[in-house]
Nanobody, 122 residues
Framework: VQLQASGGGLVQAGGSLRLSCAAS????????MGWFRQAPGKEREFVSA????????YYADSVKGRFTISRDSGKNTVYLQMNSLKPEDTAVYYC????????????????WGQGTQVTVSS
């Protein structure tokens, strides 16, 4: 599986962005999908994940209520809608595929996409 992330950019605090991650191959529906982020000087951290079958979603406490993950199996794409952005959301965002959403939360990642930069100005 190859993952291609897009949608990052510069936005003011309180604004919104939608990240997309397009997956190649016919096995998209067999993977849990997720997003991580890494700020300068910090470790890569879990942001959100979505299951491969029942659409269950999971979020880090820091983004709960502001970010929404979704997937479109017809387009082999997972999205991260980010609202009410804060300067502390500034990071490179990476999409990831794993056996399950729970595995992704445990950083058991099968495939990483390249990152997309999100910068939130105050």
């Amino acid at each position: 599986v190859q993952l291609q992330a897009s949608g990052g950019g510069l936005v003011q605090a309180g604004g919104s962005l939608r990240l997309s991650c397009a997956a190649s191959g016919r096995t998209f529906s067999t993977y849990g999908m997720g997003w991580f982020r890494q700020a300068p000087g910090k470790e890569r951290e879990f942001v959100s994940a979505i299951s491969r079958n029942d659409g269950s979603t999971y979020y880090a406490d820091s983004v709960k209520g502001r970010f929404t993950i979704s997937r479109d199996s017809g387009k082999n794409t997972v999205y991260l809608q980010m609202n009410s952005l804060k300067p502390e959301d500034t990071a490179v965002y990476y999409c990831a595929a794993g056996v399950t959403a729970i595995a992704i939360m445990s950083k058991r990642i099968g495939y990483w996409g390249q990152g997309t930069q999100v910068t939130v100005s105050s």
